[in-house]
């Protein structure tokens, strides 16, 4: 059985469509169809960990070794951090997210800062629409305070957290919407208080359908 053949079989026992994997992994489509046709043979070491981290098996089964040869570099598991899934986040109309741990989802240790806290929340609504998709997964870096022009996981009055751009004024803090539809919600003076910063957004991940 080859590489590509392994890597086809594994996919279909999860259920993922070979957009589903590339998203998980931050490859196109193509680049799925390639390394199940064999067409691409020399798969970036990132791209294998990543693979077998979402197909729930190692590099080396997947290259077809039964035991890594001595020059090859073997798998380090703490490469990778499983960032809890926190409830969601509601971009538009609100709703109260469930403040429990519902899975969680792998990201490379290069990625993160160090000492810091993360959570990933997903998306529900279209006022963020196109750059935030509803289901979207979003890592958020838990902070109290952002800069202007950041995009934020914010709450107002407590209730659930939005997805929002986040605009500084020496009166005012004004949450905006990327979606046209939704008109930007400005805060002024003593109002400014109801609005709590949960975390900054660092990264999307996306599932096609």
Not at 66 to 85: K, L, M, T
Not at 136 to 162: F, K, N, W
């Amino acid at each position: 059985m080859t590489t590509g053949e392994r890597i086809r079989r594994l996919r279909k026992e999860h259920g993922l469509t070979q957009e589903e994997l590339g998203a998980k992994i931050g490859v196109q489509k193509a680049a799925i169809q390639k390394y199940e046709k064999g067409t691409v043979t020399n798969i970036k070491r990132d791209s294998l960990i990543k693979l077998a981290q979402i197909l729930d098996t190692t590099p080396e089964y997947l290259l077809g070794w039964d035991n890594a040869p001595a020059n090859v570099e073997a798998v380090d598991e703490s490469e990778f951090v499983n960032i809890p899934i926190i409830g969601r986040v509601a971009a538009g109309v609100t709703c109260f997210a469930e403040n429990n741990i519902t899975g969680y989802e792998p990201v490379m240790r290069s990625d993160l800062s160090h000492g810091e806290q993360y959570a990933f929340l997903r998306v529900v609504g279209d006022s963020m629409y196109p750059v935030f998709m509803e289901g979207d997964l979003v890592l958020v870096r838990c902070q109290t305070s952002v800069d202007s022009g950041s995009y934020a996981v914010v709450t107002i009055d407590d209730e659930d957290g939005v997805v929002k751009k986040v605009v500084y004024d020496r009166d005012f803090i004004e949450l905006q919407s990327i979606n046209p539809m939704y008109p930007p919600r400005r805060f002024e003076g003593e109002e400014v208080l109801r609005i709590r910063v949960f975390g900054l957004v660092k990264e999307i991940k996306r599932k096609f359908r």
